[in-house]
């Protein structure tokens, strides 16, 4: 591995749900890279497909969800060739992941001694009582007593469940987090508190994250880079200071529209009208075309390709430059 390989490449990610209503393909073509201890940041409207990608990444999907096309390369190795076995020593070891709710990430009928000692004891040669010393060393560095080990999840509050989520992501020092909305739900203090916690932890471990989030505030002061996803693709990436400053993509362009700002001046805010494209019934040429307000003939006829508009910003718009690949509808 050179200098300049990523730690997470993706390319050409497609994955569908096939359903009895038929296919619905929600992951289209998705290309990206992360580097070791990068925060790249996820974000786009509900159902536009991050759940699916973070899920696939691990290779945590399960049927109906099916990665039909593509390559998900680590650390240079195509983990989509990685028999089960190897798969499960990879998971939580190299790749972990936070999921969308805490609640349902932890097991309420276990202590939580017993659930940080299944993913140690799982993974590595750690006897119980190594396992359970660790484990309480993973309870301090998220700011949680250890003697609340023996306790179930519903004895904590959301807050600190959501950093005993974090702590179990933690657990084997993986190369990189996975975290889906990690503070969904949670009060704004409280969410500050865990994402100031999270980054002072990857600085310390540095592991790279992805981070969903649908508060792109919050995600332009954590991340480093932020993607931007349509209805299954991946529309547009740059840095975060660039996204909302001076995005290309008339989708991202919205999103910025959609937000309050924390530190600039008051704007009125105008959203994005209509709604995200139903899968079942993807038109040919560009995906946001029924709801852009910038839409050109040809964006009835080609899909644009994500691709470089200046350096590190990429975007998928016919406003800029001539589109690349045609797709057959
Ligand atoms: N089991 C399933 N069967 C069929 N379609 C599914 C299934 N799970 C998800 N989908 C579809 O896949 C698309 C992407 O869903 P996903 O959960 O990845 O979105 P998301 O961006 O994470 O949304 P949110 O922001 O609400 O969490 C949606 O259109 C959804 O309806
Ligand atoms: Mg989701």
């Known amino acids: 591995m050179t200098m300049t390989t990523p730690l997470i490449s993706v390319r050409n990610l497609c994955v569908d749900y096939l359903t009895d209503a038929g296919d619905a393909r929600a992951l289209s073509k998705v290309s990206f890279d992360i580097s070791a201890g990068e925060i790249l940041g996820l974000a786009g409207e509900s159902g536009c497909g991050k759940s699916t990608l973070a899920f696939s990444l691990m290779r945590l999907h399960k049927p109906p969800a099916f990665i039909t096309e593509g390559e998900i390369l680590f650390n240079g190795e195509n983990i989509l060739n990685y028999t089960s076995e190897r798969m ?3 998971r939580w070891r ?3 992941m936070v999921f ?3 609640m349902n990430a932890l097991n309420p009928v276990l202590t939580m001694e017993e659930q940080f000692c299944d993913v140690i004891m799982c993974h590595t040669n750690m006897t119980r009582s190594q396992a359970r010393k660790r484990a309480q060393d993973l309870l301090e560095i998220v700011d949680i007593h250890p003697s609340r080990l023996n306790d179930y999840p519903h004895q904590f509050s959301g807050g600190m469940r ?6 179990i992501a933690l657990a084997l020092n993986p190369k990189m987090i996975i975290m889906d909305e990690p503070t969904t739900a949670l009060d704004v203090v409280v969410q500050r508190e865990i994402l100031q916690k999270i980054y002072a932890l990857k600085q310390e471990f540095g592991f790279a994250i ?3 989030t649908h508060d792109l505030s919050l995600m332009v002061e954590f991340s480093h880079r932020i993607g931007i996803m349509y209805s299954g693709e991946l529309v547009e990436v740059a840095p ?5 400053n001076a995005p290309y993509h008339p989708y991202t362009q919205g999103l910025g529209q959609s937000f309050p700002s924390l530190t600039g001046p008051k704007k009125k805010l105008t959203g994005i009208a209509g709604n995200p494209l139903n899968l079942l019934d993807i038109p040919c040429g560009c995906r946001f075309q029924a709801r852009c307000q910038q839409v050109h003939d ?4 080609k899909n644009p390709k994500l691709r470089q508009i200046e350096p590190n910003h990429l975007s998928s718009c016919h406003l800029y430059g001539d589109p690349i690949v045609q797709i057959k509808c």
């Open 94 to 96: 190299e790749i972990s």
């Open 100 to 102: 969308q709710s805490a």
């Open 88 to 90: 499960q020593k990879f």
């Open 240 to 244: 975060s200071n660039k996204i909302l």
């Open 162 to 167: 959501q950093r005993l989520v974090i702590a």
């Open 210 to 212: 992805l981070f969903i």
């Open 298 to 301: 040809i964006c009835f006829k």
